[in-house]
């Protein structure tokens, strides 16, 4: 686990599941404590660039990729290692998110 940073590997196992398959990650082959193994995936990681051109309307095909993806997986139910004992189910977006994303523009 990196503490540190908030990771706990079963949440990141039970996450990578997740987005496999809802078919916006990678599949995961194998996993064991300290090591994830997933598919391969072709391509290249996304840049800054790449992400600012998509917002600017100049990629309309990769902003509709990745907000269609996104809403996916915000709108699959959490797993049940992302539960905790709170009286309020939990989800994916904090109630208080928009307000998170005003702060950050």
Do not use: C
């Not at 996450?15 to 990650?25: D, I, P, T």
């Not at 790449?50 to 095909?61: E, K, P, V």
């Not at 797993?79 to 939990?90: H, N, V």
């Amino acid at each position: 686990d990196l503490q540190l940073y908030g990771i706990r590997r079963e949440k990141e196992i039970s996450a990578a599941r997740l987005a496999a398959n809802l078919g916006v990650g990678p599949a995961v082959h194998h996993f064991e404590m300290g090591l994830l193994i997933s598919e391969l995936v072709h391509g290249h990681a996304l840049t800054d660039s790449d992400l600012r051109r998509a917002l600017a309307g100049q990629d309309d095909s990769l902003l509709e990729t990745l907000t269609a993806a996104l809403r996916k997986l915000h709108a699959a139910p959490l797993p049940p290692e992302f539960q905790t004992d709170l009286e309020e189910p939990l989800s994916w977006s904090p109630r208080d998110l928009h307000r998170w994303l005003a702060f950050a523009r």
